[in-house]
């Protein structure tokens, strides 16, 4: 299974932007999929999840601010951030898991700067 994320981005503080991922390759059936991202000198940290049947979860940090949405036929997922923070910049990373194998994507920047 291959991700391709895209739509990362500078923007100013309080600004929107959407990030899109997509599955290829040998996919039969796509459990939970998700959004991780990385700060600079910081871990790679969970910020959105979503399963098969729709039910959401999110970071305390994006909670309000960030919409996940998936569409299960085309192998998509989608993060709508609003209201973003410079705290939130980072390279975000797709994630899928199908048979409780764990995919990832090659990320996008995201860049929040005045």
């Known amino acids: 299974v291959q991700l391709q994320a895209s739509g990362g981005g500078l923007v100013q503080p309080g600004g929107s932007l959407r990030l899109f991922c997509v599955a290829s390759g040998s996919i039969s059936r796509i459990d939970d999929m998700g959004w991780y991202r990385r700060a600079p000198g910081k871990q790679r940290e969970l910020v959105a999840t979503i399963t098969r049947g729709g039910r959401e979860n999110y970071a305390d940090s994006v909670m309000g601010r960030f919409t996940i949405s998936r569409h299960n036929v085309h192998n998509t997922v989608h993060l709508q951030m609003d209201s973003l923070k410079p705290e939130d910049t980072a390279v975000y990373y797709c994630?899928?898991?199908?048979?409780?194998?764990?995919?990832w994507g090659q990320g996008t920047q995201v860049t929040v700067s005045s």
């Open positions: 994630n899928a898991r199908q048979w409780s194998v764990g995919y």
